[in-house]
């Protein structure tokens, strides 16, 4: 594999840490750019440098990234949230000059980010996704919620206007004034959905690379096993499983809307009537990639770039059974698993030792773990266990 193009990464977390060590392995030159180079992600041995950038004004965001593209010398780039993929996508000619990356359909992404948006795709070809509503003020929700079922989930519309700071981003509302406080918070930038019954285990995934013809040039499906937080968020503990009804699906909506590039989509299985209901579609690379890993020791990541560089991808088998976890928001969830009484401490160990990777701790690649500050555990079981859970 030739090697040589270097990569510039996008905001750093746990899954921009698996990018770096993915293709750094392979010899390919990985940079960093993120708000604070200092975090524990941005250790790696596999990071050739990281720089501060900020994307919270555009335009001087887009800037910094020219001239940083510039002096790497025409760089592949790999945004890895979705407010930094919609920054690439509104600036893409301008980025294009100076970067690499896999063009789409404008406004695709943008669509694809915003879940009102996504649920009109689905409904327009006729992809299964629980039933919403978008209320645009505090007195409309108030009137929808006549007419829906407790408890309802609320989650943002678009996901990258949000940050972390503005409070959880799905909510389980089991009354009026639990879901009303959620549309305030939000601010008109809410929806109001269907409940699916059913815990992490009914959460499936899909991770998948297509190609510029839109072919899908790799994919693999998988599940949750535990998530953070415990009522509903981001993988922590994941399983690859092959469920053909979730590959098909995912091919065939992203063929109809003519998408290219890294995908990573969640379902939830919903046993009233036996469907695969599309819950959301991350138009990028996903955090969660790292379970995703085929016979061959491809990801999305390496199938990205041999395309973007021009190399053949010979995609292997799914590994049935992989798990993947995320040491320390794993620990919090378990934590609270254990409390609500649906995990005891012998099958958390069972558990932990049929790991096959983690996110933060490996052997050639040990800072990264030895960065996470200790009192992060501490201090989130303190809080959870203050809270009841």
């Known amino acids: 594999m030739n ?15 698996g990018i770096a060590r993915s293709l750094g392995r392979l010899g390919v030159p990985v940079y960093g ?4 180079p200092s975090i524990a992600a941005a250790r790696s041995r596999y990071f050739l440098d990281v720089v501060r950038w900020s994307n919270r004004d555009p335009r001087k965001a887009v800037d910094e990234l020219l001239q940083l593209g510039e002096r790497l010398g025409r760089p592949l780039l790999l945004p890895t949230s979705d407010a930094t993929t919609v920054l690439v996508e509104d600036n893409a000619d301008r980025l294009g000059e100076v970067f690499e990356f896999r063009p789409r359909p404008p406004g695709l992404a943008r669509a694809l980010s915003s879940k009102q948006a996504m649920y009109g795709l689905c409904l327009e070809h006729g992809v ?14 108030r009137s929808l919620l006549d007419g829906l079922t407790f408890p309802v989930v609320l989650k943002p519309v678009d996901g990258s206007i949000v940050r972390s700071s503005a409070g959880p981003t799905t909510t389980i509302a089991s009354n009026s004034d639990e879901a009303l406080a959620v549309v305030r918070r939000l601010q008109g930038n809410v929806l109001m959905q269907e409940y699916i019954p059913g815990g992490s285990e009914s959460v499936w995934m899909f991770n998948g690379y297509f190609d510029g013809d839109g072919g899908c040039l790799f994919g693999i499906t998988g599940r949750k096993l535990r998530q953070h937080p415990a009522s509903g968020g981001v993988t922590s503990l994941g ?13 065939r909506f992203m063929a109809a809307v003519g998408y290219r590039g890294i995908l990573d989509c969640g379902y939830r299985y919903d046993t009233c009537d036996d469907t695969y209901k599309l819950l959301d579609v991350n138009p990028r690379i996903g955090s969660t990639f790292r379970l995703f890993v085929d016979s061959t020791g491809l990801d999305v990541a390496r199938v990205w770039y041999s395309d973007l560089t021009g190399q053949p991808v010979q995609a292997g088998e799914a590994v ?19 409390r609500d009484g649906v995990l005891g401490p012998l099958a958390w160990l069972r558990s932990l030792r049929k790991v096959d990777e983690r996110a933060w701790l490996a052997r050639d ?17 303190s809080r959870l266990s203050r809270s009841g859970g």
């Open 33 to 36: 750019a993120t708000e604070d």
């Open 3 to 17: 090697a040589s193009r270097p990569v510039l990464v996008l905001t750093l977390h746990h899954g921009a840490l």
């Open 320 to 338: 049935e059974g992989r798990r993947w976890l995320v040491e320390d928001i794993d620990l919090v969830s378990s934590f609270r698993y254990m």
């Open 239 to 251: 399983l690859c499983v092959h469920n053909e009804v979730v590959h098909a699906t995912t091919r």
């Open 128 to 141: 299964p996704t629980p039933t919403t509503v978008f209320p645009s003020s505090v007195d409309e929700a």
């Open 365 to 381: 690649d040990m800072v990264p773990a030895l960065r996470l500050p200790g009192f992060r555990f501490r201090s989130r079981l």
